[in-house]
């Protein structure tokens, strides 16, 4: 790691040749360039490149004004397949996560189609005492979703050497009563307040009818007269198991899972994909 540092400060910041660095290092050029790989892997380097003509740009400069959201939008060219769309922005989305992470906090995680891809590309990024901790729970009456909420959870507490704090409920209660008795149980208090002092929330914008399918849609989580009746209230998605409308209203399902609109205001990360040539992905403060 060290080595890769030293290759990295030798050619980004003082702009010396891989011959030359090999010869400082006493490495052949090849190795020179394994190095510079493994310190973009590993988030030592993060590249940014700034364009203020492009339409991207533009956008995200409307957004900024109208919602004081500083987003992202990742240039994807018209008629790219849905699957090679969501890896594109998934990708974009991993690298810049490290910027916003850091030891000593909390990221909370909303398991879902998008998050699942991002996770797959996560850089490693070495941290200390941080915590990854599940967002809202994943069981239904066909799995209880440890194993795909479990395996996004793994990742990302791989990538920034942190450690995992599931959320073992179910995504959503058949009887509110249900939710309100688990939620007095002390080990379910203690994640829920982990929860709340998230520094981060990392979250999927999915809808009711994305080309790739969103995983609360096509995962067993609701029945198709349960999707037609959202459809009816004018539910176009969700956002951790709470629906939302075209106008920005949400439906408060008492009966979801999901503590994410309970949450203090924090470092949140929305992570949507367009149907038109492009996707986004943009933290908020």
Not at 12 to 20: N, R, S
Not at 106 to 128: E, F, N, Q, Y
Not at 129 to 135: D, E
Not at 140 to 169: C, K, M, W
Request: aromatic letters at 8%.
């Amino acid at each position: 790691m060290r080595e890769a540092l030293r290759a990295a400060q030798l050619y980004y910041l003082q702009d010396l040749t891989m011959d030359a660095i090999g010869d400082e290092l006493n490495v052949s050029r090849s190795s020179v360039s394994r190095l510079l790989d493994l310190a973009r892997n590993m988030g030592i380097v993060d590249i940014h490149i700034n364009s203020p003509a492009d339409g991207p740009r533009r956008i995200e400069e409307e957004i900024w004004d109208r919602f004081s959201v500083s987003a992202h939008l990742v240039p994807v060219p018209e008629g790219t397949a849905p699957v090679d769309r969501l890896e594109r922005v998934a990708v974009s989305a991993a690298r810049m996560l490290s910027q916003f992470f850091s030891s000593s906090m909390t990221m909370g995680i909303a398991w879902g189609s998008t998050i699942s891809a991002v996770s797959r590309h996560l850089p490693r990024k070495i941290t200390s005492n941080s915590q990854i901790v599940q967002l809202n729970g994943a069981g239904n009456d066909q799995t209880s979703g440890v194993d795909y909420s479990g395996e996004i959870l793994r990742r990302f507490g791989e990538a920034f050497s942190a450690q995992i704090q599931h959320f073992p409920a179910p995504a959503f209660f058949d009887d509110p009563r249900a939710k309100s008795f688990l939620w007095e149980e002390r080990s379910t208090q203690r994640i829920l307040e982990l929860q709340k002092r998230s520094d981060v929330a990392l979250f999927g914008l999915g809808t009711t009818d994305a080309e790739v399918p969103s995983q609360v849609y096509a995962g067993g989580y609701l029945s198709a007269p349960e999707i037609a009746t959202l459809r009816d209230e004018g539910i176009v998605g969700d956002v951790a198991t709470v629906f939302y409308r075209a106008d920005g209203t949400w439906k408060d399902e008492s009966d979801s899972s999901s503590n994410l609109c309970n949450q203090r205001r924090k470092e949140a990360g929305s992570i949507a994909r367009g149907n038109r040539g492009q996707g986004h992905h943009g933290p908020h403060h």
